[in-house]
């Protein structure tokens, strides 16, 4: 396992000491989740920092699996009702995009500037602004300088940077505009988690029904009975992991999955044109490159 996929280290940076809680909150929409696990009975989730697990518990039957066990109890005590705490700086990714932000002034981000940003409703109007007030060339030059392989490398282990494009800083930020013409910001809680560091607790349904397990999604899957699952979400677990374990995910997946099960795989990486499936534009994260929606059977 630890050659097949970097993230057994429950780390970013190096694969040596005690695992660590990564992601106080989750960067992913699981509004596209549900939608495209409507009338679907079971689902198997990464448990990650628990949001999606949440969010999908209302409607479905959740396993939420994790390879890190820091990780995995979080997401268990927020299920239990542990919530969000305004202004704690909860993981890794947290703390690294908190650093980062620390930055803003001197490129003129002003948080006043950032509050009427984010309180604007009108995609038009918020291109305007994010190209008028924020996308300015001190905001770029240190935005790339920041994402470029050189200052990333102080943060991630080499398989985590593998995949990503070179220009992945100029990258981002073209998905952060097209998503800022696309969603609404006023209410895009995701907005204001990437900006402000804001928080964002789901909604909660009256009751979670979840259960928890601990390994690799593709060791767990592979022990489950045929056809145990209707629908899979799987986070960006293929990100810096080696193409032996994308073939043992995919063929888990098949086995695991009942005939009409769907998949949701997301990615850092820049998606191949052909990808007919990819919803990256519709994720309200406003991050991602890759968002495949696909049945489970056609999963490779
Ligand atoms: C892939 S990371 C990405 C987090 C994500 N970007 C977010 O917004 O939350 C999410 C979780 O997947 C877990 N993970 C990574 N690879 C895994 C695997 N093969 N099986 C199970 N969990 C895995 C990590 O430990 C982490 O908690």
Request: a neutral charge.
């Amino acid at each position: 396992m630890s050659r097949e996929t970097p993230w057994y280290a429950g780390r970013f940076k190096s694969s040596h000491g005690a695992q660590q809680l990564l992601f106080g909150q989750m960067y992913e929409d699981a509004a596209i989740e549900q939608k495209a696990f409507e009338n679907k009975g079971r689902v198997f989730c990464i448990a990650s920092a628990g949001c999606t697990a949440i969010r999908l518990s209302g409607d479905h039957d959740v396993v939420a699996c994790d390879i890190n066990p820091v990780q995995l109890e979080y997401a268990e005590r927020r299920v239990l009702g542990a919530g969000l705490v305004a202004g704690y700086v909860a993981g890794c990714a947290e703390r690294a995009m908190a650093a980062a932000r620390a930055f803003a002034p001197l490129v003129g981000w002003s948080t006043r500037k950032v509050r009427a940003f984010l309180a604007l409703s009108d995609v038009t109007e918020q291109v305007e602004f994010w190209r008028s007030q924020l996308d300015t060339q001190r905001f770029r030059t240190s935005f790339e300088a920041l994402l470029s392989r050189a200052i990333l490398r102080l943060v991630y282990a080499p398989e985590f940077l593998a995949f990503l494009p070179p220009n992945f800083g100029e990258i981002l930020r073209r998905r952060l505009e097209s998503g800022f013409a696309r969603h609404a910001n006023a209410t895009n809680p995701f907005a204001r988690a990437l900006l402000l560091g804001e928080p964002h607790d789901e909604p909660r349904p009256a009751t979670c029904r979840v259960q928890f397990a601990l390994g690799d999604a593709a060791s767990y899957l592979e022990c489950c009975p045929a056809g145990s699952f209707d629908a899979f979400s799987l986070s960006n677990i293929l990100d810096g992991a080696q193409p032996s374990y994308r073939d043992r995910l995919s063929r888990a997946v098949r086995h695991a999955a009942t005939k009409d099960a769907v998949v949701v795989l997301r990615s850092f990486a820049e998606p191949q044109p052909e990808l007919i499936t990819n919803h990256a534009q519709s994720d309200r994260a406003l991050l991602w490159g890759v968002v495949d929606v696909r049945s489970a059977h056609l999963f490779e």
